[in-house]
């Protein structure tokens, strides 16, 4: 007899999505890398308990971090251990894709910003992209070009 999987209580293995850096940014390539957590992050990141919008991935010495997420803690976190919300995670990525980030940032001009966390078979990733930053006159027309976008949609709809 062959056995039935289990089917999650939740289907969404989004954590958190950074809209603002669809917005502030034109978003070339996407990477997805792992995190290094401590377990009472992993639980509060189980509680959605994380804020990506002004964080940002710094490359140091070979390696990528993210750095600006905060993590809230859990009410249940031990009494006797004071977790550090701000600090600085390390990314797991391989070492052609650090290259490339670094060849990209140093040599191009581009930023690493995180665009979305979400689960993959238990463990938590994290998509970063490389991105130009937007004038503001690119950003105006992006918003009337979703606007018309909306707008076509009610006609056809209407017909």
Do not use: C
Not at 40 to 66: M, P
Not at 118 to 123: D, I, M, S
């Amino acid at each position: 007899m062959a056995k039935t999987k289990k089917q999650s209580k939740n289907n969404s293995s989004t954590i958190a999505l950074n809209k603002k850096a669809r917005h502030d940014y034109l978003l070339e390539d996407r990477f997805e890398a792992g995190l290094v957590l401590e377990g009472w992050e992993v639980k509060s990141l189980r509680g959605k308990k994380i804020q990506i919008l002004d964080s940002h991935i710094h490359l140091q010495n070979g390696e990528a971090w993210l750095v600006g997420a905060v993590i809230s803690p859990l009410p249940t976190v031990s009494t006797h251990y004071s977790p550090e919300q701000n600090r600085s995670r390390k990314l797991l990525l391989h070492t052609h894709e650090l290259a490339k980030l670094v060849s990209s940032v140093e040599r191009k001009g581009y930023t690493i910003v995180p665009t979305a966390m979400y689960w993959v078979k238990g463990r938590a990733k994290i998509e970063i992209a490389l991105a130009k930053g937007k004038q503001t006159q690119d950003k105006r027309a992006a918003s009337k070009e979703r606007d018309w976008g909306r707008e076509k949609q009610r006609m056809m709809k209407n017909r």
